[in-house]
């Protein structure tokens, strides 16, 4: 198998990320800003004694990137619930690189309204699993 497991309350928890964005008017999303959401969202988690993921997280000069989460957010757009825009390959000094933005669809967006009716345990992602 190839890439990462299919975790679909992570997923569900970026839809949930972009919904914030959509709703707070800054969307869409950067690529290198959705990563920093990740990054605050994780930051903040346990002062709300919330679990974070034990994801692997690649610190590069351009900020934090998480490859796990790139994969999701990748899938949901080409499951049509999240919109990809603007995207493009670049060089710079440190290398190759991409730039892309991203936005909830109409999809996406029924998918969030669905979510947050259910119960909390049928959207929790994997790693907030409790042993």
């Given at each position: 198998?190839?890439?990462?497991?299919?975790?679909?309350?992570?997923?569900?928890?970026?839809l949930?990320l972009?919904?914030?964005?959509?709703?707070?008017g800054?969307?869409?999303?950067?690529?290198?800003?959705?990563?920093?959401?990740?990054y605050l969202?994780?930051?903040?988690?346990p002062?709300?004694?919330?679990l974070?993921p034990?994801?692997y997280?690649l610190?590069?000069?351009r900020?934090p990137?998480?490859?796990a989460?790139?994969?999701d957010?990748?899938?949901?757009?080409?499951?049509?619930?999240?919109?990809?825009?603007n995207?493009?390959?670049?060089?710079?000094?440190?290398?190759w690189?991409?730039?892309?933005?991203?936005?909830l669809?109409k999809?996406?967006?029924?998918?969030?309204?669905?979510?947050?009716?259910?119960?909390?345990?049928?959207?929790?992602p994997?790693?907030?699993?409790?042993?």
């Amino acid at each position: 198998m190839t890439g990462f497991p299919v975790d679909l309350g992570a997923r569900m928890w970026l839809l949930l990320l972009l919904d914030a964005a959509e709703r707070s008017g800054i969307a869409p999303v950067s690529v290198k800003r959705l990563h920093r959401l990740v990054y605050l969202a994780n930051a903040m988690a346990p002062v709300y004694d919330l679990l974070t993921p034990d994801g692997y997280i690649l610190k590069y000069k351009r900020g934090p990137f998480f490859p796990a989460v790139q994969w999701d957010i990748d899938r949901l757009s080409a499951q049509g619930l999240a919109q990809v825009s603007n995207s493009k390959r670049l060089e710079d000094e440190l290398g190759w690189w991409f730039e892309a933005n991203y936005s909830l669809t109409k999809l996406g967006m029924e998918a969030v309204d669905t979510a947050i009716t259910l119960d909390e345990s049928a959207v929790r992602p994997h790693f907030c699993e409790r042993s």
